[in-house]
Each structure stands twice: as structure tokens, then as C-alpha cells.
């Protein structure tokens, strides 16, 4: 019985985790859901969601209110982002799926709470950031794993890629982040690719506000000089 009261409520929450996330990660919708809601019932979900401050509304619902969907919104809306941002970490899409469903889980059990000195996506990477650090300090070493050996890897990463970032443009500038240094990638990937501002790409990444802004003119430079090389200009950069 004592088993049974205490972690019974997180195996209730790693169900409804894994689930939502199976659930994003395959695409598959479910038509007659919509089809028992009413009409009301719609309008009130549809204002809630626009009314949702970067997640931090849909977090509080979960933890304040017992709501499910708060969470399952939270996955849905950040899942993809916030793997090609861990992917810059460990260079391998399938541990920054794993690492990126750790981040889930420990906001579905542990419930930790945002102060909201930052933005609730701020809030979520810097979880996520954490993570994927101690995931590599346990591997004792930094390694990048190159896609170009692994035409399966490749293949899925490329097309995840192709969901998130849409124009082709972006999708040879993300190709050429993959040959930077690995800082390079993980600031210019927040600030261009996730709009982070300067300040909050420095709270994610735990560095002053002025390296931020050094690392973001060295990561430019290093980029342009990239895309050059392959034959691409960025009028961006």
C-alpha cells in the first residue's frame, strides 16, 4: 500500500507524458475527439490558448490545477524546438529526443517551479540545457556524432528539420551551424532560429549578457565564412 500511494501519481504522469508524446512525435490526430466536444467547450479551449503567455498558463494549469492538457499543450508547442536545440549538445537526434522526453518528465513529476524571472520557453531550455550537461559530464567526454555516417541518422534528422524549418534558406544556413564550433551553433540556433534575445540566450547558456554578444559576432563571422566557402550567401549575416 505504501508502493501503491506514493508512486502511483508518477506513474500517472509518465503515462500521460509518454503518451502526448508518442502522440506528437507520430503525427496522429484523432477526429472523433473533436466530434464529442461541444461547440462552447471549443471557444473556451480556443481562448484559453490564445490567451497563454509562452506556456506559462498552460504549466500553471497543470500544476495548480490538476490539468493534463496544460502539459500536453507544453509538449506539443516546444517538443521540436527544444530537440534541435539539445541536438547542438550531443549531435545526435535520437539522445535529444531522449533527453528532450527527460525534460517532460521531470516537469510532470518533479513539477519544479518557474519564478518567471524569464520567459516560460527561457525557463523550459535552460531545464533542458541542464540536462543535456549532466548527460555528457556521465559520458565523461564531448562527443558530436557526425551525421554523415549514418545515412539512417541523417535521414531522420533531416527530416525533423524539414518540419521545423521550413525555408530553404534556413535549411542550408541549420546545415552549415552543424560544421561550427559547438558554442557557435548553440547561440546562433537560440537567437536566430528560436528568437531569443541576447539577454535570455544568456541565462539559458549561463554566460554574461557581453560574451553572449562576443560569441554572437565571432559565431556570425565563423557562419558567413561557412556559407561562403559552400557558395551560399546569407544576405542576413
Not at 493534463?68 to 499543450?73: A, K, Q, T, Y
Not at 541523417?154 to 544556413?173: C, F, G, N, P, Y
Amino acid at each position: 500500500f505504501f508502493f501503491f500511494f506514493f508512486l502511483f501519481p508518477f506513474f500517472c504522469a509518465f503515462w500521460i507524458i509518454r503518451t502526448a508524446y508518442n502522440i506528437q512525435k507520430s503525427g496522429v490526430r484523432f477526429p472523433p475527439f473533436s466530434c464529442v466536444i461541444s461547440e462552447g467547450h471549443k471557444r473556451r479551449f480556443a481562448e484559453r490558448r490564445k490567451s497563454m503567455d509562452n506556456g506559462a498558463s498552460s504549466y500553471r494549469r497543470f500544476c495548480n490545477e490538476g490539468d493534463d492538457s496544460g502539459l500536453v499543450e507544453i509538449i506539443v508547442n516546444y517538443r521540436d524546438g527544444l530537440i534541435l536545440y539539445l541536438n547542438s549538445f550531443v549531435g545526435n537526434i535520437h539522445i535529444a529526443e531522449e533527453l528532450a522526453e527527460d525534460t517532460f518528465v521531470l516537469l510532470g513529476t518533479k513539477k519544479p517551479k518557474d519564478k518567471g524571472t524569464s520567459s516560460f520557453k527561457t525557463w523550459l531550455y535552460t531545464i533542458g540545457r541542464n540536462i543535456a550537461i549532466n548527460h555528457l559530464r556521465r559520458r565523461s567526454r564531448f562527443s558530436l556524432v557526425s551525421v554523415d555516417d549514418c545515412s539512417e541518422l541523417e535521414s531522420e534528422e533531416e527530416s525533423l528539420e524539414a518540419a521545423v524549418i521550413k525555408e530553404e534558406q534556413k535549411i542550408s544556413v541549420h546545415r552549415a551551424l552543424k560544421k561550427l564550433k559547438p558554442e557557435y551553433h548553440q547561440v546562433l540556433w537560440l537567437i536566430y532560429f528560436e528568437n531569443f534575445s541576447n539577454k535570455e540566450a544568456a541565462k539559458i547558456m549561463g554566460k554574461s549578457v557581453h560574451n553572449i554578444e562576443t560569441l554572437v559576432y565571432r559565431a556570425r563571422k565563423s557562419l558567413k565564412s561557412q556559407l561562403e566557402t559552400e557558395g551560399f550567401t546569407y544576405e542576413k549575416l
